[in-house]
C-alpha cells in the first residue's frame, strides 16, 4: 500500500474505530460483534506500525476507549485500569509466550489461565475491609462513580471476611448479567413495544449507567472480582495467591482457574476452558493468560494501553441455536443465486443475527435445509453469518425438502449452471436484479462513493427506466432527480454534484466499479498502479496482465473477456463521452520504485518469465524498457540465446545481468 493510501485508510479507521467506542463503551449500543472491533483495531494498528510518519500517539489504536457519562462524579483510579491485547490466533498466543520467556528469562513461564468474563469493567475500593467505591474504567485513568447502582447487586460484598485487612485495596472486576435476566428484560421491552437491547453485555453496561436508581433497582446484575490494583500493603506475591485470598474473602470469583507452566500446558487450560465455558453462569468471549508472579509481571511491564504479562485469548467463532422461519433467493449482480436463511432473530456473537446465508443450492441440499427446521448459525472469522447444520432431531415431521427455484425470482428466467461454478445463475443480463446489483455496486463506498446514490435511489430509478448502465448515470438531469421520491431540490442537486465528482475519482475505483469478474479493490488497486488508465488495460494481454503482482490466471481471463464484451465495451466508450475522467496514481512509491531512471534492453529466452513479463515486472517498480541497446541503457536483461545485443552491450560496457540477477535487486 503506498503512503497515500495508508493514509487515507488510517484515517478512515480512525474515525470508524472512534464511532465504534462511542457506541459501546457510552450508548453501550454495538453495532459491530467484538471479533469486527478488534479486526479493525488491528488493522488500524498494524497501519500505524508500517507507517510511523503517520501519528499514533493519539491514535484510538492507543486508547482503552472512555465510558465516563455526564451525571457522574469522576475518580482517579490509584492505579490505572488498562485493558488488554487480544488475539484469536494460536500462533499469537504462543509469540506471547515466548516473548514472556525471553523477556524473563526462563524455559517455561508461571502462568494463570482464567476465564475472560464478557462484562463491565469495574473497580471496587475496600477500605479496612469496608466497601467504598465502585468505579467504572473510564478512560483508564479515571472512571464514573457508580457506587449507587452497584449497591443493588447482591453479591458484591460490602464487607470482606476475615482479619488483617489492607489499609486501602482496589479490586479489579466485572459487572455482567445473566442471559435469563436479560431474556427477561427484552421480552418486557417486546411488550411495551419497545426496542430490544443488543446482548447482555451491553445490557449491564447501560444499566450501571442508570440515572434513575429505582429503574436500575430492577434490573438484576452481578458481579466476579479477579483483579489487582492498587494494595497497600503487599499481600501476595503471585496471582494464583490473589485468587486464593479473594475467595477467603468471601468474594465472588471466576468459577475456575488453571495453573500452567509453558505454552502448551497453557493452551490445554484454554482449551479445557473452552470445552467448559458453556456451563458457566456468565458469558465468557475467552480466556485470559497472565504471567503468574508479581515480580515477574513488574519486570515485564506494560505499553501505554496493556500490560505485557497478560493477553487476552478470544474464542472467535459463536454458535447459535434457532428456527428456520424462511428462505428466500438473492440474485446479486452478477446474477448468481444465494439463498437466505429468515430465522427467528437469536443472539450470535454480541449482535442479534435474523438473516444468515445458506451458500448456495449444493451446500442446502447437503444439509437438507428445510423451512421449519431446527438449525445452528455460526458467526465465524468472516462478517456474514452462516447456517452450519440442521438438528435433524428437531424436525418437524412434515417438513418436505426444499425446491430450489429453477427459475430467476426476479426475472423468471431459466437459471443455469455454469460450468466449473457452484452457483446457479440467471443468464439474463437485463434481469431487474442484476441491473441493480451493478449499479449499487458502482455507487457504494467501496467504489465510486457517490453519496446519495444509495440502494432506495437505484432502486427508483431502475424502476422508471431512467438508469440501466452505470453510464447512465452520467446522463441524469436535474428534472430525473427531483421527482424521486423523498427527494427536493437539494437532494437533487447534491446527488448531481455527487455524479458530477466522481468522474474525477482514483482511478482503482472506476476499475472496481465496472464490476469486471475477480476484480475487487486490491486487484483494481495493484491494476491502477500497473496500468494507469483504462485504455491501458484494455489493450493488455495475458501474459502482461499475469506478469501484474496480484493478478492470476483467472483474473487475467476475466479481465480480458469483460473487454471484449461488446456491451460493456459500449458503457466504458459512453462512460469516456460523459467526461470520465479518472485520475491516475501517483508514479509507484519510493520504496517500490527501486528502479526509477534505469533503462533495460531484454534479450533472449529468460529461464522462467516471458519477455513480457519481465517488462511489466521492470515497469511496476519505475523502470523503462527500451528494444535497443546503446550507451544510456543501463543494464541488458539476457536470456539463453542472446545474439547480436549482447554483443553490443559487451561492447559499449552496458552490464548484463540475468533472470535470477534481476530477482535478486528487487527483492
Ligand atoms: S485482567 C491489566 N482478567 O477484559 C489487565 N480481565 O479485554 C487487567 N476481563 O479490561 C485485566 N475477565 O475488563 C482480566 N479474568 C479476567 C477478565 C478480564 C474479563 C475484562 C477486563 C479487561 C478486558 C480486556
Redesign the pocket.
Known sequence: MNTNDAKERIDDLRSEIKRHDELYHRQATPEISDFEYDRLKRELADLEVANPGLGSEASPSMS?GDDRASGFASYTHRLP????D?TYSKDEFFAFVERVEKGLEVEKAAFLI?????????SVTYTNGKLERAIT?GNGVEGDDIMANALFIEELPRELQGNHMPDTIEI???IYMLNEEFDRINAARKQAGLEAFMNPRSLAAGTVKMLDRSEAAKRKLNV?L??LGFCQPRLVDSQGEFQELLGKWGVPL?EK?WKARGANEAWAAIEELDALREQFAYP?????I?TDLLDHQAELG?TSK??RW?I?Y?FAAEQAETTLEGITVQVGRTGALTPVAELKPVLLAGTTVSRATLHNQEEMARKDVRVGDSVIVEKAGEIIPAVVRVVLEKRPSDSGPYEFPQKCPECSTTVKKVEGEVALRCLNPNCPAQVRGRLEHFASRQCMDIEGLGIAVVQQLVERGLVSTIADIYKLNFEDLVELEKFAEKSARNLLQAIERSKSNELWRLLHGLGIPQVGAAAAKDLAKAFRSVSALREADLDTLVAIDGVGEKTALGIIAYFEDTSNASVIDQLFALGMNPLAPEKPAAEDAILVGKTFVITGTLPSMKRDQAKALIESKGGKVSGSVSKKTDYLLAGESAGSKLAKAEKLGVEVISEEDLLEMLS
Open positions: 482503552v485500569m488498562q485493558s488488554l487480544n482464567e476465564p475472560k468474563i464478557d462484562g463491565v469493567a469495574v474504567r479489579r472486576g466485572e466476579v479477579y483483579g471466576v482457574f465468557t468471549d475467552g480466556a485470559v497472565k506494560a496493556a500490560p497478560a487476552a478470544k
